[in-house]
């Protein structure tokens, strides 16, 4: 059953679906929205579990892909470009194969259409073992956190989803703030978030896929399954950039989209 996915829509002309990574939300593409918006009808989306958007009891790709399909039907795109990072290329990836006459192209940021071995087990341990309970700031959050996870840019990013308890729930205990983010499930699933996107493919369109120079998420050995899914297609690197080449470098990132869209 697909979910109404939460959503914000800024300028005009073509659709562009952008989909955010594990632990993300919309805002992570927020500036990558900004640069390209003058040129297309952004559609940044809340995937489920994530965000404002709801909590569901499972998450795989094919689930998430018709998540995003059944929102493009709700706001009548009948095609769309799709740009995803990390987890949300491989959604984008899924939209694709599992959907080829609903989408124009996609762009693919610093992920293969591969299984991946167990990345977040520190940020998952570290996010379910953290105490709330006392927490009045999102600084004592940061200390406690910093426990299990010992990178700040990494805690930083997490702790965005720490929401404030309204007070109409809050309950009798000392707990002011809660995950927004569905973590037991997210948690329950990874192993599907882990996996491949599925498909027989091909996907014949235009594809893009975007490396971090730094990062090892695409390797050299991935050009087999990413030719065999998606002939057509082609790899941009962009240098002095990791995973989050998006944010690191976001004129080169949106620059190569920008050239890629209008093609």
């Given amino acids: 059953m697909t979910v109404e996915l939460n959503h914000r829509i800024t300028g005009q002309g073509e659709p ?9 939300s919309l ?4 500036g990558i929205a900004r640069r390209l918006e003058d040129g297309w009808q952004i559609h940044a989306l809340d ?4 965000g404002s958007s709801p909590h569901t009891d499972d998450m795989d790709y094919p689930a998430m892909a018709a998540d995003v ?4 039907d709700a706001h009548n795109l009948d095609k769309a470009w799709v740009l995803g990072h990390s987890m949300g290329g491989k959604v984008a990836m899924q939209v694709a194969l599992g959907y080829p006459e609903r989408v124009k192209g996609i762009i ?3 992920i293969a259409p591969v299984t991946y071995k167990a990345r977040h087990d520190a940020v998952l341990d570290g996010m379910k073992n953290l105490d709330l309970v006392g927490v ?3 600084q004592e959050a940061d200390k406690r956190l910093a426990e299990f996870v010992e990178i700040p840019g990494v805690r930083q990013f997490l702790l965005k989803n720490l929401e404030r308890i309204p007070a109409e729930q809050a309950g009798d205990g000392d707990q002011m703030f809660r995950w927004r983010l569905n973590l037991p499930v997210i948690d329950t699933c990874y192993q599907k978030l ?3 996107p599925e498909g027989e493919g091909p996907y014949n369109g235009p594809v893009l896929f975007i490396k971090g120079a730094d990062s090892a998420y695409i ?4 050009q087999d399954p990413i030719r065999q899914l998606f002939p057509a297609a082609e790899l941009k690197i962009i240098e002095g950039t990791g995973h989050w080449l998006h944010a690191e470098k976001p004129d080169t990132f949106a620059a190569l989209c920008r050239r890629f869209l209008g093609s």
Wanted: aromatic share 6%; no cysteine.
């Fill in 47 to 50: 995937q489920r579990n994530h």
């Fill in 27 to 30: 805002e992570n593409l927020g």
């Fill in 136 to 138: 009045t700031t999102r």
């Fill in 219 to 222: 390797q050299s050995k991935h």
């Fill in 16 to 24: 562009l679906i952008l989909l955010h990574g594990l632990f993300g």
């Fill in 194 to 196: 882990a996996a491949a």
């Fill in 108 to 110: 693919v940021a610093d």
């Fill in 69 to 72: 399909v059944a929102y493009m």
